[in-house]
């Protein structure tokens, strides 16, 4: 156990709607990242945050966005859905804006679009 | 980031050590070469990082070839529960990670 939560475990939905993603990071870190892990896609990074701002971007779609709020946890916010965005989604956490090993994984939520 | 390629899958003996193999040709002084593996969608997991020196954990070794073009973990006593797939990732810490498709790993009985 990583320490890193995520809600809910599992999510079906229909093209179209939006889903919200939830993350809390282990107890003190202050760093949130979500990545993206798809069959033919492999696991890519998305954003990061750092105690409410956000740090860095990556390959994240015009229709998603994320936010970190006070409490530190993170929402991954995904809107329009399409049959691609089916995938595990994974936060992870760190202390400080770190290196990857520094970098604790949740369990994921898979999402699956239909 | 480098590009790293690896073998889609290998099996291995329990008890017996696992050799998984990666190829970093384009490999830049400054990047990281990074282990992680994950277990059946799990998240996952770190296990090891070297820049080039070889290195050695409660988990693993990291040897990396003097021109770093290529390196090898290696598990020295496989057993059930190290079945994963395990992603070679090279890396200056962009955030531009690229895990890729990695190794199948199982462990056989």
């Known amino acids: 156990d990583s320490g890193v939560t995520q809600t809910p475990k599992h999510l079906i939905t229909a093209t179209g709607q939006r889903v919200t993603l939830r993350c809390s990071p282990r107890?003190?870190?202050?760093?949130v990242y979500w990545y993206q892990q798809s069959l033919d896609q492999g696991l890519q990074f998305l954003i990061q945050y750092y105690n409410g701002e956000e740090r860095a971007k990556g390959n994240i779609l015009e229709r998603f966005s994320a936010q970190q709020f006070p409490d530190l946890h993170s929402e991954l916010n995904l809107s329009s859905l399409e049959l691609g965005d089916s995938a595990l989604y994974f936060c992870a956490s760190s202390l400080a804006p770190g290196q990857l090993y520094e970098q604790y994984f949740g369990p994921g939520t898979r999402l699956t679009v239909t | 980031d480098a590009k790293t390629t690896q073998p889609p899958s290998m099996d291995c003996a329990e008890g017996r050590a696992a050799n998984l193999p990666c190829n970093h040709s384009t490999i830049s002084g400054n990047e990281y070469v990074y282990w992680y593996r994950q277990i059946h969608s799990q998240g996952p997991q770190y296990i090891i990082h070297g820049l080039k020196n070889n290195e050695t954990n409660e988990m693993a070794s990291l040897i990396i070839t003097e021109d770093r073009k290529s390196s090898t973990l290696i598990l020295p006593h496989a057993t059930l529960r190290d079945t994963a797939v395990y992603y070679c990732?090279?890396?200056?810490?962009?955030?531009?990670?690229?895990f890729g498709t990695g190794t199948r790993l199982k462990v056989l009985a």
């Open positions: 990732i090279v890396t200056s810490g962009t955030y531009k990670y690229i």
């Open positions: 107890s003190g870190d202050l760093s």
